[in-house]
C-alpha cells in the first residue's frame, strides 16, 4: 500500500533536484572548506625561531611525542625547514652557532609545535598551539565473497542516518537535531551546510533517525519527533511528536505487522525462495520471520543493527551484522547469507575505528522499491578522533 | 513523497507493534540502579563551597555533574559542545563573552532556567575582575584582563548552573536529580544518596533510572561489592589496583589528575637557603616512587601541570644526582637540615600514599646527608594551605596533594599558585594568554625550587561487569548519564502503551517531582 501511493510520486522524480537544490539555497548556511590547521602553525612556529636567531645557522633535531604517526610528523618536520630556510636560516649539522630541538606534542586543546633553541648554555623556548589534525580518510579495505567498505565523509557531530538523492550525488546527514548536506564534487564528498530542524522535545542520547527524501517533500524521524518540509510552499520545516517505530527504509511497515518482539533494526531479504524478515531485538537475538508473527530461526550471534544488500553474488542477497560490543569499543561488520533458514558468514569481517551506531540501506530512488538495494551505509563513531564517519558498504562477488 | 504518505508511513508503523521498541543487546538498554560506592564521607553539592584542588571537591564535582549543567562542555576530544549554551562569540580582545542559553531547559522542578538564572550562578564563582550580566536570553561576561579560555574555564571545575531555592539546597538542569537522603544511625549525616533520572532532561533522559550512592565505604570493602556485584562502580585505591586487575575486575584509569609534591614554606628560615632546597631537590628519587611505593601505578612528575593539560610539561625535567646533592650540602652550614635542627615535613595530604612518600622523601634526603623528620599532620580541607595551630613547631616543607579541576591550564595554575602562596601576585598568571606565558611562569616557579613536584598518579575506578557505554573522560568525568545496564530488570516501558525509542520519556508511570529534594551542602 505504501508502495502503490509512492509509485506514481516516481514520475515526479525529475522535479526533485531543481526543488531540492533551491530549497538548499534557501535554508543551509554554508561553510568554507577547512584549512590546514597544523601546517600554518608550524610555519608560525619557524618564523618565531628565525626571527629568534637572526637568520644564524642552526642544527636541528627533531621528536614526537604527539599521537601523529611518522608520516604526518615527518610533513610537519619538512614544512618547519622549508619555512626556516625561507627566512634565511641555514640548517646544517655543523659549525651551527644554535642548536634547535623541534618537538609535537599533545595538550588538551590538540598539537603544540615547541621549539627549544639552544646556544651555549642558554635555552629559549617558543611554544605555538597546532590545532587538531585534518580530517583523516581512512582507506578502502578490501580483503569468496568480499565486502567493501568506502568512506564518504566525517562530521564532529552526531549522525544517526544517511540518505542520497540527485543520483547520489546529494547526501543529507541526519543529527541529533539538524541536518547537514553533502555534495559529491569529483569523488570527494564536501559539505554544504547545516540546519537545525525546530523541534519541540528533549534531544535524546540515542543517535537514532531516519531521513526520507521525497519528490516535494522531505522528512525526518527523530526520538520522539517527526519533522516535514514541504519544497514547493517554501514554509520551512516543521516538527510535531512521533510516538510510534521509527520506520525503516528497506522494509515495508505492512510486513512489520505483528512482530511482537521489541526490536532496533529490521532488515528485508530473498531467502529460501521468498521474502524474508530479520529483526534484531532488544534481547540481543535476532529473528528471522518468513510472513507470520513467530520467527522460524532465531540467531543469537548478531550485534544491533543490520541491513540487506542484493549484491547478485551467492544466493543473490546477503545481510550485514555489527557484532556484539557496546559503543565504547571498536565493532566490525559481516556479511550473511540466509540458507536453510540459518546464517552463514560469506565475507570477511570489516573492522571500524569505533562502533557502529547505524546501519541503514541508503535513500535513493533506484531501491524505493525494495529490490534494488545494491549498498548500505554504516555510521561509525571513531573512537580514536571522536567524529562520526558515513561509510558505503558494497558485496562483491568472488573471482 | 506526500506528506499523506509519510504520515501512513508513521500510522502503519505504529499500528504493527503493540509493545515498545527498544535496543538490542549492544544498543542502550533504560533502566535500571546503579549502585555506587564512594570512599569520601560526605558530599558537598554546592560548587560556591568547594575549595580548589581538594580530594573532597573533586568528588564533589565528579557527582555534582549528574545534577547540574554547566554553559559548555569539553568532549572526550577536547572539542568544545554547548550545554545549556548554544552560541558564543566574543570580541577581538577576548574580554566581553556572550553566550546565548538554551531556550525550552527546565529544573528538576520543572522551572524554567532563565538567563538570569545563569548570570546569578556563575556571579558568585567568578573573580573580581569578571563581572556577568543577563539580557533577553543571553549573558555577557565582562573582564578586565583577556580571557582566551574562558571555554576550557567554563567546560570545568565548578562552573555550573543551579539555582538556590530559599531552603538552602540548590536545583539543576541535569540528568538526574536527588530523590533521597538517608542518613546514618550512627553519626546523623548523610550515608546514602539517591539520585533519580531527570526524565525531563533537555539532553535527554538518562538510560538509568537511578543512581544510588553510598559513602565512606573502606577501599576494600568496595573491591569486595564489587567482586560479589554488590556495587556497579567504586573508587579504587592506587594500591588495590593490582589486585583488582589480578582478578580480572574492569579497571578504568584516568589521566594523571593527583598531584603530589614539595612545598617550601618562604616563611621558615631552615628552607631560606636555596641551596637546600636543591640538594633536597637533587636527592629525590621520583622514579622509585612511582614504580615501588606506588606500583608503577603513577609517573615520576617534574611539571605542576601535567602534560595532557598544559602540552609542555615534558620541557620540564628532573635528575637524581646524589653526588651533586651531598657536594651542595657539604657547602652549607653545619647546622642546616643536620640532627640537631632536622627539616621538618609535614605531610598535609591525609591517606597513606602521603605518608609512604614522606617517609621516601626523608629516606632519599638522608643519603643526601639531609636530615628530614617527618611530622603526619592531614588537613582536613585545603589540603595545600598551612593550617597548622600556632602550637605546633613550624614545618619547613610540606607534603601536599592537588587533584587538578579546570581544563584551562592557566586557570589551573592560578589555583594552584594562590593556595601554594596566597600572599603572591597572580596579575602574571591571570593576564598569561599564551602556552609560551605560561610555562615561562611555571618554570620560573620551579627553577627557584619552592615547590617540587613528587609523582602524578591517575584516578582508578573498578566498574561492574553488567556497566555499558562506560567512557568517562580521560579528566575524571563518569558521564553516569550514558551509562546503561545490561542485566535483566523489570522494564521502565512496562506500562503496556506504544512506547518508541523515544529515550526523552520513557513511560514509567512516575513523578519525580513529588519526591526531588532540592541539594544540599553536605560538608561542615
Redesign the interface.
Known amino acids: 500500500?505504501?508502495n502503490r501511493?509512492?509509485r506514481p510520486?516516481l514520475l515526479a522524480f525529475l522535479r526533485l533536484s531543481a526543488c531540492f537544490f533551491f530549497f538548499s539555497s534557501l535554508f543551509f548556511t554554508h561553510a568554507a572548506p577547512p584549512a590546514d590547521p597544523l601546517e600554518d602553525a608550524t610555519r608560525a612556529l619557524a618564523r618565531k625561531v628565525a626571527a629568534a636567531v637572526h637568520g644564524g645557522v642552526v642544527s636541528l633535531a627533531q621528536q614526537n611525542?604527539s599521537s601523529l604517526n611518522g608520516t604526518e610528523f615527518s610533513h610537519l618536520n619538512d614544512v618547519f625547514q622549508e619555512e626556516l630556510q625561507a627566512r634565511g636560516v641555514k640548517i646544517s649539522p655543523n659549525q651551527s652557532a644554535y642548536k634547535i630541538i623541534f618537538?609535537v606534542?599533545?595538550?588538551?586543546?590538540?598539537?603544540?609545535g615547541?621549539a627549544?633553541i639552544e646556544r651555549g648554555d642558554t635555552s629559549t623556548?617558543?611554544?605555538e598551539?597546532l590545532g587538531?589534525a585534518a580530517d583523516f580518510s581512512p582507506s578502502e579495505v578490501s580483503s569468496g565473497m568480499t565486502l567493501h567498505k568506502e568512506f564518504l565523509f566525517a562530521q564532529?557531530s552526531a549522525i544517526s542516518d544517511v540518505a542520497f538523492a540527485s543520483g547520489g550525488k546529494y547526501a543529507i546527514a541526519l543529527g541529533r537535531q539538524e541536518i547537514y548536506s553533502y555534495d559529491l564534487k569529483g569523488e570527494q564528498w564536501q559539505p554544504g551546510g547545516f540546519q537545525r530542524l525546530p523541534t519541540h522535545?528533549?534531544?535524546?542520547?540515542?543517535p537514532?533517525g531516519a531521513y526520507?527524501?521525497?519528490?516535494?517533500?522531505?522528512?525526518a524521524y527523530l526520538?520522539?519527533e517527526?519533522c516535514?518540509i514541504?519544497t514547493l510552499e517554501h514554509k520551512g520545516w516543521s516538527c510535531e511528536p512521533?510516538?510510534?517505530?521509527?520506520?525503516v527504509r528497506a522494509v515495508d511497515?505492512?510486513s512489520?505487522?505483528?512482530?511482537?518482539?521489541?526490536?532496533?533494526?529490521a532488515a528485508r531479504l530473498e531467502a529460501d525462495g521468498g521474502m524474508r524478515i530479520i529483526l534484531?531485538?532488544?534481547?540481543?537475538l535476532a529473528r528471522l520471520y518468513e510472513g507470520g508473527s513467530e520467527p522460524v530461526t532465531t540467531i543469537p550471534d548478531w550485534?544491533?543493527?543490520i541491513a540487506s544488500v542484493k549484491s547478485g553474488c551467492g544466493v543473490g542477497w546477503q545481510v550485514l551484522a555489527?557484532?556484539?560490543?557496546?559503543?565504547?569499543a571498536p565493532d566490525t561488520i559481516q556479511a550473511f547469507e540466509i540458507k536453510d533458514h540459518a546464517p552463514r558468514v560469506v565475507s570477511q569481517a570489516l573492522d571500524f575505528s569505533g562502533p557502529v551506531i547505524a546501519l541503514h540501506n541508503p535513500s535513493s530512488w533506484n531501491s524505493v522499491d525494495r529490490v534494488d538495494a545494491k549498498d548500505a551505509v554504516a555510521i561509525v563513531h571513531n573512537l580514536q578522533?571522536?567524529r562520526y564517519e558515513a561509510y558505503r558498504l558494497t558485496v562483491s562477488c568472488a573471482e | 513523497?506526500?506528506?499523506?504518505?509519510?504520515r501512513?508511513?508513521?500510522?502503519?508503523?505504529?499500528?504493527?507493534?503493540?509493545?515498545?521498541?527498544?535496543?538490542?543487546?549492544?544498543?542502550?538498554?533504560y533502566g535500571g540502579t546503579l549502585r555506587v560506592e564512594l570512599h569520601q564521607s560526605t558530599i558537598n553539592f554546592d560548587p560556591r563551597e568547594w575549595q580548589p584542588g581538594t580530594a573532597e571537591s573533586a568528588t564533589d564535582e565528579k557527582l555534582a555533574a549528574l545534577v547540574f549543567d554547566r554553559l559548555v562542555a569539553?568532549?572526550?576530544?577536547?572539542?568544545v559542545q554547548p550545554q545549556l549554551a548554544t552560541e558564543w562569540s566574543h570580541d577581538p580582545a577576548f574580554k566581553r563573552w556572550q553566550f546565548t542559553i538554551r531556550t525550552a531547559v527546565k529544573f528538576s522542578d520543572g522551572s524554567a532556567l532563565t538567563s538570569a538564572d545563569v548570570a546569578a550562578a556563575l556571579q558568585p564563582l567568578l573573580i573580581s575582575t569578571q563581572q556577568i550580566s543577563a539580557s533577553g536570553n543571553t549573558v555577557v561576561l565582562q573582564s578586565t584582563v583577556p580571557l582566551p579560555d574562558l571555554l576550557?574555564e567554563l567546560s570545568s571545575g565548578r562552573y555550573f548552573i543551579y539555582r538556590p531555592q530559599p531552603g538552602g539546597g540548590l536545583l539543576g538542569t541535569g540528568p538526574f536529580f536527588v530523590s533521597e537522603s538517608t542518613a546514618s544511625p550512627l553519626d546523623g549525616k548523610v550515608s546514602r544518596y539517591k539520585l533519580s533520572a531527570n526524565d525531563?532532561?533537555?539532553?535527554?533522559?538518562?538510560?538509568l533510572d537511578a543512581v544510588e550512592l553510598t559513602l565512606n565505604v573502606p577501599a576494600l570493602r568496595a573491591l569486595f561489592d564489587l567482586q560479589l556485584a554488590r556495587a556497579d562502580l567504586i573508587e579504587l585505591s592506587p594500591e588495590l589496583v593490582r589486585r583488582a586487575t589480578q582478578e580480572n575486575l574492569r579497571v578504568w584509569t584516568s589521566s594523571p589528575l593527583r598531584l603530589f609534591a614539595l612545598r617550601f614554606d618562604d616563611a621558615q628560615p631552615s628552607t631560606a637557603d636555596a641551596r637546600l632546597r636543591e640538594a633536597l631537590s637533587l636527592s629525590l628519587d621520583r622514579s622509585t616512587m612511582a614504580s615501588v611505593l606506588l606500583q608503577k601505578q603513577a609517573e615520576p612528575a617534574a611539571a605542576l601541570l601535567p602534560?595532557?593539560?598544559?602540552?609542555?610539561a615534558?620541557?620540564f625535567t628532573v635528575d637524581t644526582n646524589l653526588n651533586r646533592a651531598k657536594g651542595i650540602r657539604a657547602a652549607l652550614p653545619a647546622n642546616a637540615a643536620a640532627a640537631a635542627q632536622p627539616l621538618r615535613l609535614r605531610v598535609d595530604a591525609p591517606g597513606d600514599i602521603a605518608k609512604l612518600l614522606g617517609e621516601r622523601v626523608a629516606v632519599n634526603a638522608r643519603q643526601a646527608l639531609l636530615v628530614v623528620q617527618i611530622v603526619n599532620r592531614a588537613t582536613p580541607r585545603g589540603s595545600a594551605s598551612d593550617a597548622s595551630p600556632a602550637s605546633d613547631p613550624p614545618a619547613g616543607v610540606h607534603l601536599f596533594e592537588w587533584h587538578y579541576s579546570s581544563?584551562s591550564?592557566r586557570a589551573e595554575l592560578e589555583s594552584l599558585f594562590s593556595v601554594l602562596n596566597p600572599a603572591a601576585s597572580l596579575d602574571d598568571v591571570n593576564s598569561a594568554t599564551?602556552?609560551?606565558q605560561l610555562?615561562a611562569i611555571e618554570k620560573r616557579l620551579l627553577d627557584e625550587r619552592r615547590v617540587l613536584p613528587l609523582i602524578a598518579l591517575p584516578e582508578f575506578a573498578g566498574v561492574g561487569r553488567d556497566v555499558?557505554?562506560?567512557?568517562p573522560s580521560r579528566?575524571g568525568d563518569w558521564h553516569l548519564?550514558?551509562v546503561w545496564l545490561?542485566r535483566p530488570q523489570s522494564q521502565p516501558e512496562s506500562s503496556g502503551a506504544?512506547?518508541?525509542?523515544?529515550?526523552?520519556?520513557p513511560s514509567e508511570a512516575r513523578s519525580p517531582r513529588s519526591t526531588q529534594l532540592a541539594v544540599q551542602g553536605a560538608h561542615p
Open positions: 500500500m505504501f501511493q509512492i510520486a611525542i618537538t606534542a599533545s595538550g588538551l586543546s590538540g598539537y603544540m615547541v627549544q623556548t617558543e611554544i598551539p587538531r564532529e522535545s528533549s534531544l535524546s542520547r540515542e537514532r526520507y527524501f521525497g519528490v516535494d517533500t522531505n522528512a526520538p520522539g517527526f516535514v514541504s512521533f510516538r510510534d517505530h521509527m520506520p511497515p505492512e512489520l505487522v505483528g512482530k511482537k518482539v521489541p526490536w532496533i533494526s534484531t531485538g532488544k534481547d540481543g550485534g544491533g543493527e555489527t557484532g556484539k560490543n557496546d559503543w565504547t578522533t571522536g | 513523497m506526500k506528506l499523506i504518505g509519510l501512513f508511513l508513521a500510522l502503519s508503523s505504529a499500528l504493527s507493534l503493540a509493545v515498545a521498541c527498544s535496543q538490542a543487546a549492544t544498543s542502550p538498554r569539553l568532549d572526550n576530544y577536547g572539542r576550557e525531563s532532561c533537555w539532553a535527554g533522559r538518562p538510560f602534560q595532557w593539560l598544559s602540552g609542555y615534558f620541557l581544563l591550564p599564551t602556552p609560551e610555562f555499558r557505554d562506560w567512557m579528566w548519564a550514558d545490561d506504544i512506547n518508541p525509542e523515544n529515550s526523552a520519556q
